[in-house]
């Protein structure tokens, strides 16, 4: 059994962030709790989700304000504390500044890592991948606190505690990984050995603002008042998913894979919810990004053709496209599957789509939210598409 904290918080106010923080780790065992989980003066790495270049108060990212509050509580058990993150596209500096997390971390002598550097480590317990380069600041941390957004994610259907340390692959070598892993239940296996090779220690998950719909960029906010904390990261997203529309956990890739791989624990029954109601918590109109549990179809049983008829694909929003042509440039596959082609002034992308894995990174990263993802009819046929 694993105890979470599940705390309602209705505003991005730091003083009342800070009390709800306190009163969550009061239920998880208070300043005994906190002792163990951060000795004294250890290297405290914090992971907040800077997916990109993004304006203060963005739903893309984790809020400046919770990151604040989490930095003072971690002040008073250690003075050695960092903060990084490598985004999807662009500078992680840019990304920290722009955010407000980089003027926060100045006021309290948090120092900033640009997760460049990385080490090489082999992880001979993984579930799949043993060979790995991570960042030198986040495996060299003693205590490493993923600060996550709430958000749906097109390949993952939920990015939280988990999917948040992706971050700590540097820079271009997570288009590796896609291309490694195209499909789903690979991709989410290397996202828990990625956890294990870190050793992520906490989660705190910002869902005051979360994202809803065309996430984990382009998608709409949604009010959701809710903080999670937790040492079990598959926890806290477990509860996160419930809470947001997914009755059964194992109805999303990566906590499926979890729970088959006995990484962490995925069932309600196996979790210890502490402070809210959760059944006071849950929403019933988020809107999801995708239907749960449609990734049986694509699994590697699934012939690519099967795969190619029902699996949702990126399409194009061709009025919000303005032709940079990023899509094509974060396209992991060698060549690109997107081939920019002329529409009147601007160049619009064109999809092959029997080279395209699926993995949505040009959704992803798309500036305007010009790509959403688009069942096919047989996939419409199905109903994978009801959410
Ligand atoms: S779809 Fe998005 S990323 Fe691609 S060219 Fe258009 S605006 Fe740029
Ligand atoms: S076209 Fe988009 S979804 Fe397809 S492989 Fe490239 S980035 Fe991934």
Request: charged share 25%.
């Amino acid at each position: 059994m694993e105890d979470i904290a599940l705390i309602k918080c209705i505003k991005y106010d730091v003083d009342l962030l800070e009390k709800k923080l306190r009163e969550g780790f009061d239920l998880l065992g208070g300043d005994e709790f906190l002792k163990k989980l951060i000795p004294k003066d250890s290297k405290v790495l914090l992971k907040p989700n800077m997916l990109s270049v993004e304006n203060k108060e963005s739903p893309v990212v984790t809020h400046y304000a919770v990151f604040e509050a989490v930095i003072r509580i971690i002040k008073e058990y250690s003075n050695n504390i960092s903060f990084g993150d490598s985004p999807g596209f662009g500078d992680s500096r840019k990304a920290a500044e722009k955010s407000g997390l980089m003027e926060v971390a100045d006021k309290y002598g948090v120092s900033f890592e640009d997760f460049k550097e990385s080490v090489h480590v082999r992880l001979d317990n993984s579930i799949l991948c043993k060979s790995w380069n991570i960042s030198k600041a986040a495996y060299e941390a003693d205590v490493v606190i993923s600060l996550p957004k709430l958000k749906t994610h097109a390949m993952a259907y939920y990015t939280g505690a988990i999917k948040n340390q992706f971050g700590c692959v540097p820079g271009t070598q997570k288009a590796t990984w896609h291309t490694r892993m195209p499909n789903a239940n690979n991709f989410c296996k290397m996202l828990l050995d990625l956890n294990t090779a870190v050793g992520t220690n906490f989660a705190i998950l910002d869902g005051i603002i979360a994202m809803e719909g065309n996430g984990p960029k382009s998608g709409q906010s949604y009010k959701l008042n809710t903080l999670i904390m937790g040492r079990s990261l598959t926890a806290v997203d477990s509860t996160a998913v419930r809470i947001i529309g997914y009755d059964n956990p194992l109805d999303t890739p990566v906590l499926k894979e979890a729970y088959e791989s006995k990484w962490g624990v995925v069932l309600p029954r196996d979790i210890n919810i502490l402070g809210e109601d959760i059944e006071t918590m849950k929403v019933r109109d988020f809107k999801l990004c995708r239907k749960g549990g449609n990734f049986y179809f694509i699994s590697p049983g699934v012939t690519n053709f099967l795969r190619g008829m029902i699996a949702p694909s990126p399409a194009l929003i061709k009025e919000k496209c303005i032709g940079c042509g990023r899509c094509g440039e974060v396209c992991p596959e060698k060549p690109a599957a997107i081939e920019m082609v002329p529409n009147g002034n601007i160049l619009n992308p064109k999809w092959n789509m029997h080279e395209c894995i699926r993995c949505f990174c040009c959704q992803e990263l798309c500036p305007v939210g010009a790509i959403e993802t688009k069942y096919s009819n047989l996939g419409k046929l199905l109903k994978l598409d009801k959410r």
